[in-house]
């Protein structure tokens, strides 16, 4: 059974930063791609950002490019989430995401692991 454990969300103003964690556990996630994504009430989850096993190939929505980095550490299983300069419409509920076979995809669908979400909110 795959756990994935979000931790780091809050309320901070914009302009400001937030670090999100994830940690995995419940089998050996060698080879995993994992991300994350974001959802606010009444629509859909939507992509966030991605990172490979090893850590070489990221990936990250047009709306976070350049704000948001996503970074791994294999040995402890986690992913992280560094969110600078954020914006109100940042504010949403945010989850951590896995999949086995290390291939990229922005659909959700395509995830089958996840957590239950962080809460972010920015306030203007």
């Known amino acids: 059974q795959v756990q994935l454990v979000e931790s780091g969300g809050g309320l901070v103003q914009a302009g400001g930063s937030l670090r999100l964690s994830c940690a995995a556990s419940?089998?050996?996630?060698?080879?995993?791609?994992m991300g994350w994504f974001r959802q606010t009430p009444g629509k859909e989850r939507v992509f966030v950002a991605a990172?490979?096993?090893?850590?070489?190939?990221?990936y990250y929505a047009d709306s976070v490019k350049g704000r948001f980095t996503i970074s791994r550490d294999n040995a402890k299983n986690a992913v992280y989430l560094e969110m600078n300069s954020l914006k109100p419409e940042d504010t949403a509920l945010y989850y951590c995401?896995?999949?086995?076979?290390?291939?990229?995809?922005?659909?959700?669908?395509?995830?089958?692991?996840w957590g239950q979400g962080t809460q972010v909110t920015v306030s203007s």
């Open positions: 995401a896995a999949d086995r076979t290390n291939g990229y995809s922005d659909l959700p669908s395509r995830w089958p692991y």
């Open positions: 419940g089998r050996t996630f060698s080879g995993y791609i």
């Open positions: 990172i490979r096993w090893s850590g070489a190939n990221t």
